[in-house]
């Protein structure tokens, strides 16, 4: 049948100019409230404005059945135990996955949505409620014994030397309002990570290099699958030692009575939740596929190591483990070489053209490497004089005089829609 005329034809054009973040930006909010274009969304932001309260609420209350949909995903990559999809995960979780289907999120989220202007907790605030459709459809395919991973990063307030709360009130808001329980923060620390944001920390001096992203590993129920006799690591000279010539049980000075179960070879140490991968990874399939096909290479991956050691401990093989912020498909990548179901969804074309590399000829070996050691040093250990190294009294409101105006823009780097990794 045709289509009668519209009375009202939607054929005048305003010209907006943005940034390319900014789009993006808008992009993903306007996805978020299920809005197919920025011109859908310029129309919502009026109406929002135009009504009164009441109406607004009103304007928000559609049924969830009705603003999802399986039809808007499609299917982008298949390979033989996994899914790409090109589109919104929020179709995936509230529409197209059955309940209680995943064994594993494991996901890295865009980061901070905080905008440029704000100073107080607006930014937490709104990131939370724009990950609340995601909390629910996390908890709907979740299964009870299943896992939700977060990696997190944090994010300076703009032109301050202080922190969003943003991943605290993520996390507090999926405990106490969508049932999750915290089974353990883990962090990652990237021995590689550049001193940043360098207005604070080289020209102020009065913070310190920001290398740990918050992991946040929650569950539906206290008793999620898992074991972490899986991801074992090498024992250190010092055990190997102990193990080959024995010790002496003792009480240590801390109180602990070390008995003589320590002398029992477990084929490796329980790591900490101080997870050292460093994330350097610039050659590789992944990189040269996208430099070979000049596709933009993606710049927030996580490394393959987080995803290997979460899906190693709670997961089995044949489990699914589904990443709704695919991204580059890392986590696809290191479910497929062990030999998981997975699916990834992605709403950038661009990104998952590039994410295709990962894909191609004999699984890529990003789930196995050599093992490596980083050493922290203690802090403190070097000798100073207090006396000509005074405190910033201001707490570094005003610049020292000596620095170069040029390294202050740097600080803005904070506002990007989702970190950008080194
Ligand atoms: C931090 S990145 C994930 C990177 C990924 N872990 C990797 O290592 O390549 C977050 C991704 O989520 C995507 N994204 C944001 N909102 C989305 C949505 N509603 N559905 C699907 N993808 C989304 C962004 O386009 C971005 O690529």
């Known amino acids: 049948m045709v289509r009668p005329k519209s009375k009202s034809p939607r054929d005048s054009f305003a010209n907006v100019r943005l940034t390319a973040e900014e789009r993006m930006e808008i992009e993903v909010t306007a996805r978020s409230l299920n809005l197919k274009s920025i011109s859908e969304y310029v129309r919502h932001l009026h109406k929002f404005h135009t009504r009164n309260i009441d109406q607004n609420r009103a304007f ?8 999802y949909s399986a039809d808007r995903l499609r299917l982008f990559h298949k390979t033989n135990l996994g899914q790409i999809y090109l589109g919104d995960s929020l179709d995936f979780l509230h ?44 908890r709907r395919v979740l299964k009870d014994n299943g896992s939700l991973v977060i990696d997190i990063g944090g994010a300076w307030k703009p032109g301050m030397p202080t922190r969003s709360l943003y991943h605290f009130e993520l996390l507090i808001m999926l405990c106490n309002e969508y049932g999750f329980h915290l089974c353990q923060e883990h962090f990652w620390w990237n021995p590689s990570k550049l001193p940043t944001p360098a207005e604070w920390v080289n020209v102020r001096r009065v913070r310190v290099k920001d290398a740990v992203n918050c992991v946040w590993w929650l569950s539906p129920t206290p008793w999620p699958k898992a074991s972490n006799r899986r991801i074992l690591a090498p024992y250190s000279e010092a055990m190997l030692d102990l193990l080959k010539n024995g010790y002496t049980a003792k009480l240590r000075p801390s109180g602990h009575d070390i008995s003589d179960k320590f002398q029992r070879n477990n084929g490796g140490a329980v790591p900490p939740n101080l ?9 590789g399939r992944y990189q040269d ?15 393959a190591k987080l995803p290997e050691y979460f899906i190693k401990m709670l997961t089995n093989s044949g489990d699914t483990i589904l990443d709704p912020f695919g991204g580059s498909c890392v986590t696809g990548m290191v479910a497929e070489n062990l030999r998981r179901k997975w699916i990834c969804i992605e709403l950038s074309e661009s990104y998952l053209r590039g994410a295709l590399g990962r894909f191609q000829g004999p699984p890529a070996n990003g789930a196995v490497e050599k093992s490596v050691q980083y050493a922290i040093n203690i802090p403190c250990a070097l000798p100073i004089d207090e006396a000509t190294i005074p405190l910033s009294e201001d707490g570094g409101k005003t610049r020292p005089a000596t620095q170069s105006k040029e390294l202050a823009p740097r600080t803005r780097k904070a506002t990007a829609l989702w970190s950008e990794r080194p």
Not at 60 to 67: D, G, H, K, N
Request: proline share 8%; aromatic share 14%.
């Open 275 to 283: 997870l050292a991968v460093a994330n350097t990874e610039s050659n």
């Open 60 to 67: 928000y209350e559609v049924a969830p059945e009705a603003m």
């Open 289 to 303: 596929y996208c430099r070979k096909n000049d596709l933009e290479i993606h710049p927030a991956r996580f490394p």
């Open 95 to 138: 529409s197209r996955s059955s309940e209680k289907s995943i064994d594993l999120i494991m996901t890295s989220p865009p980061f901070g949505l905080v905008r440029k202007k704000t100073y107080g907790n607006e930014d937490a605030e709104e990131y939370c409620n724009w990950f609340r459709p995601f909390a629910e459809g996390f």
